[in-house]
C-alpha cells in the first residue's frame, strides 16, 4: 500500500490540477509548489541556465500548468538549522547527565531517519536531532501559517514539494507529517526535480522558452525572491553552522573559516576545534550507505569520538540525490554533479539568524522560541518500526 501511494504522488499532482479545471469552481484546491534550492541548481546545471533565471522559469512553468504559488525553502531551512543549533548546544551541557545526549546526528535526510528507525532502533533514535527537515518545516509553515494568512482551510490547499530525493516521498507519508487537528497531510505530494523534467518533456516545453515569473512572498513586500544558499557543502549546511554556533555559543571562540579533514574518502569527513592542543569539538559529515555502516559500528563498539554527525544517505549530498543527478542507464552523472556544485557554491549565502521573518514567525506564530507550539511544529519524535531489520541491509 505504501509503494503505491509512492508511486502515485506524480498522478496525483496531474489529477488536483486536472479537477481544478473540470470541477465546480467552489470545489477547487489552493494549489501551492515549494521548491528546495537543491532542485533549482540541477535545472540550472541541465539547461546551462543561470540559478536567477531558472527558478523564475521553473515558476512560469508551474503556474501555467495551474499552481496558485511558487515559494522557495529557504526559510523553512533556516528554522531547521536554527532548531537543531540550539538543540545541540542544550545536549552537550547535558552530556554528563545523560549518556545518549551526545553524539548528535543530523535529522534532515529521510533516507537515514528511515533506515535508523528500521534498522537501528534504540542505538541510534535517542542520538538523532529532534528538529524536523526542511521539507517539513515548510509543511507546516503552508498549511498552518500560510492558510490562516489566506484565510484558507488547510484541507483547501494542495501542497507539492520539489526535490532531489525519492525519499521524501516516504518522509511525507509519516505521522510527523499529519496534523492530527486538521486530520491532513502537511505535504499531500512529493515530486523530484527528474519527474519535473519528464513532465515538460511530455508537454513539449523547453525551459528556456517559458515565460519569467517572479517566485511569490510568503510575506507583504513586494519583489522577487532571489535564491541563496546555506553555508557549507550542497546540502543545507547542518554541520558547518551547528559547529559555528557551538564554538561561539560553549567556548566563545567565533570560527571564520572550517576547515575539513577527509578521511576513508571524500564523503567522509571531519572537522575539529581545538585550543592549547585540547579538542574541544570534533564534527564528522558521513554520506552514503558504506560510511554510515562503518560509522555504526563504531558507535555499537564504544569508539566513537564525535559530538556531531552530518548524515546523508546519497553519496555527494544532496545535490547527488538519485531523483536528479542520475544518467539515463540510473548511474551517477558525474559531469552533471560537478556543474550542479559549480553553480551551488556560487550562490549568495544568507545567514539564518539575519532573517528578520523568522525572528517575527517564531513570535506571531510559534508564541515565543521556547514555546509548546515550537516543539509541536518543529520538532518530531522517532520510533522503532515494526518492520525492522536484523541485518544491515539498506542500500541507496
Keep these: 500500500m505504501e509503494s503505491q501511494r509512492i508511486a502515485g504522488q506524480c498522478q496525483e499532482f496531474l489529477t488536483a490540477l486536472d479537477l481544478n479545471q473540470r470541477c465546480d469552481e467552489s470545489k477547487h484546491k489552493v494549489l501551492v509548489v515549494s521548491i528546495s534550492p537543491q532542485s533549482v541548481t540541477y535545472f540550472a546545471a541541465k539547461h546551462s541556465i543561470s540559478v536567477s533565471d531558472v527558478i523564475q522559469r521553473l515558476s512560469g512553468f508551474l503556474k501555467s500548468l495551474g499552481a ?15 532548531e537543531s543549533q540550539r538543540e545541540f548546544v542544550q545536549r552537550f551541557y547535558q552530556r554528563s547527565q545523560n549518556q545518549r545526549a551526545l553524539p548528535m546526528f543530523a535529522s534532515a535526510c529521510p533516507g537515514w531517519i528511515r533506515y535508523a528507525e528500521k534498522a537501528l532502533g534504540s542505538l541510534v533514535l535517542p542520538h538523532i536531532c529532534t528538529a524536523k527537515s526542511p521539507h517539513q518545516v515548510m509543511g507546516s509553515l503552508i498549511k498552518d501559517y500560510f492558510a490562516k494568512k489566506q484565510q484558507l482551510p488547510p484541507e483547501k490547499i494542495f501542497h507539492v514539494v520539489i526535490t532531489p530525493c525519492y525519499d521524501k516521498k516516504l518522509e511525507a507519508l509519516g505521522e510527523d507529517f499529519y496534523s492530527s487537528v486538521h486530520k491532513i497531510q502537511d505535504v499531500d505530494c512529493v515530486l523530484t526535480s527528474g ?155 544568507h545567514v539564518p539568524e539575519a532573517n528578520l521573518h523568522v525572528q517575527t514567525l517564531y513570535q506571531q506564530w510559534l508564541e515565543g522560541r521556547n514555546s509548546t507550539k515550537v516543539r509541536e511544529v518543529l520538532h518530531k519524535q522517532y520510533h522503532v518500526l515494526s518492520e525492522a531489520l536484523t541485518s544491515v541491509d539498506i542500500k541507496w
Design 195 to 349: 519527474e519535473i523534467e519528464q513532465m515538460m518533456d511530455q508537454k513539449g516545453f523547453q525551459l528556456t522558452d517559458v515565460e519569467p515569473t517572479a517566485l511569490d512572498n510568503l510575506f507583504e513586500e513586494i519583489g522577487d525572491i532571489g535564491i541563496s544558499r546555506h553555508d557549507g557543502r550542497g546540502s543545507d549546511g547542518f554541520l558547518e553552522h551547528i559547529f559555528k554556533y557551538a564554538a561561539k555559543e560553549i567556548f566563545g571562540i567565533e570560527v571564520k573559516e572550517i576547515v575539513y579533514k577527509t578521511l576513508r574518502n571524500k564523503d567522509f569527513q571531519e572537522v575539529t576545534l581545538e585550543k592549547d592542543g585540547e579538542i574541544l569539538l570534533q564534527f564528522a559529515a558521513t554520506y552514503g550507505f558504506r560510511n554510515i555502516q562503518n560509522m555504526v559500528h563504531k558507535l555499537k563498539k564504544g569508539k566513537f569520538p564525535y559530538h556531531f554527525i552530518e548524515v546523508l544517505a546519497c553519496p555527494g549530498g544532496c545535490l547527488n540525490g538519485k531523483g536528479q543527478a542520475m544518467t539515463e542507464d540510473r548511474k551517477m552523472d558525474k559531469d552533471l554533479l560537478h556543474r550542479m556544485e559549480v553553480m551551488y557554491s556560487n550562490l549568495p549565502v
Design 68 to 82: 496558485h504559488y511558487v515559494f522557495n525553502m529557504m526559510l523553512a531551512a533556516d528554522f531547521s538549522l536554527l
